[in-house]
């Protein structure tokens, strides 16, 4: 897997993209736009259809709802400039 950037990190970096480059139809601009407030509901909301999905045992809603959570947390941390990378090392850190 050398020189491949995982999925994680390359959302993250069309994330920060459209953060320093805003589009007008970009949901993802949109989001931004909206602030926390926004951003923050949206990950509420994710986090319980994660739950529900996860309630009725179903293999790909939880992995379409896991995306939708992980999307959301990307464009909250983007927001408040806190790298992808670091996350990747506080849970580096914990294997230890």
């Known amino acids: 897997m050398a020189n491949q950037i995982d999925p994680l990190s390359e959302l993250f970096a069309v994330i920060c993209d459209r953060r320093d480059h805003p589009q007008p139809d970009s949901y993802t601009c949109k989001l931004f736009a909206g602030g ?14 994660v739950v529900m999905a996860c309630k009725d045992d179903q293999a790909d809603e939880i992995a379409s709802e896991v995306a939708d959570l992980f999307y959301h947390t990307l464009v909250a941390m983007a927001h408040h400039n806190v790298d992808l990378e670091l996350v990747y090392a506080k849970l580096a850190a914990r294997r230890r």
């Open 36 to 49: 926390d407030n926004k951003i923050l509901k949206k990950i509420g909301e994710e986090g319980a259809e």
